[in-house]
């Protein structure tokens, strides 16, 4: 899916629903898709794909950070909601 409105709307979701945070992750790594879902579009991110994973921290006790697949499109949709959201860049 490469469709930047819906793909947009898709990350404004996933912000209001808690499955991605309006914040820059902790880390972020770039690698052929694994075939686990995208966090925003709920498509597989396939071997023939760019995933990323992004790693935030929790805002539990939890040691764990939690972490997140995503396309590059489904990845910079969110980048540009996030940034709206937070009032900031993620320079």
């Known amino acids: 899916m490469n469709n930047q409105p819906e793909l947009r709307r898709r990350a404004r979701e996933a912000i209001a629903n808690g499955k991605l945070p309006a914040r820059l992750p902790v880390r972020t790594w770039a690698g052929k898709g694994g075939g686990a879902s995208c966090i925003v579009c709920s498509f597989p991110v396939n071997a023939h794909e760019v995933e990323y994973e992004l790693e935030f921290e929790t805002t539990t ?11 590059v499109h489904c990845f910079e949709a969110w980048q540009s909601e996030a940034t709206l959201e937070a009032g900031t860049t993620f320079d």
Not at 61 to 71: I, K, L, Y
Request: net charge positive.
């Open 61 to 71: 006790f939890s040691c764990t950070p939690g972490t997140s697949r995503v396309h």
